[in-house]
């Protein structure tokens, strides 16, 4: 069992930044890849940003250059540094943990936390 709480979420104005944590607890050694999702109202979750183990990253292309995702292994969290951000980046954000192959269970979701940007 893997449990994920966001925190950092809020309200900022457009050209402002926010610092969302994730912070992992239980079988945390068996997570392959941390991911940030995120679902603006009336529409799809979508992929923000990943980070493997090995620390390899990947960015949707709408946050490339504004959005920074880091993990600090000691403290079992995964960060997404958010800068310059713009209304459309309003939604929930939430963290997704997916396990190695052969897990029992795949992966694991947070109850995500709300990101509201402001024109």
């Known amino acids: 069992q893997v449990q994920l709480v966001e925190s950092g979420g809020g309200s900022v104005q457009a050209g402002g930044s926010l610092r969302l944590s994730c912070v992992a607890s239980?079988?945390?050694?068996?997570?392959?890849?941390m991911v940030w999702h995120r679902q603006a109202p009336k529409k799809q979750r979508e992929m923000v940003a990943s980070?493997?183990?090995?620390?390899?990253?990947n960015y949707a292309d709408s946050v490339k250059g504004r959005f920074t995702i880091s993990r600090d292994n000691s403290k079992s969290t995964v960060y997404l540094q958010m800068n310059s951000l713009k209304p459309e980046d309003t939604a929930v954000y939430y963290c997704?943990?997916?396990?190695?192959?052969?897990?029992?269970?795949?992966?694991?979701w947070g109850q995500g936390t709300q990101v509201t940007v402001s024109s």
């Open positions: 997704h943990a997916v396990m190695t192959p052969g897990s029992a269970i795949s992966d694991y």
């Open positions: 239980g079988r945390t050694s068996s997570i392959n890849l």
């Open positions: 980070i493997m183990s090995s620390g390899s990253t």
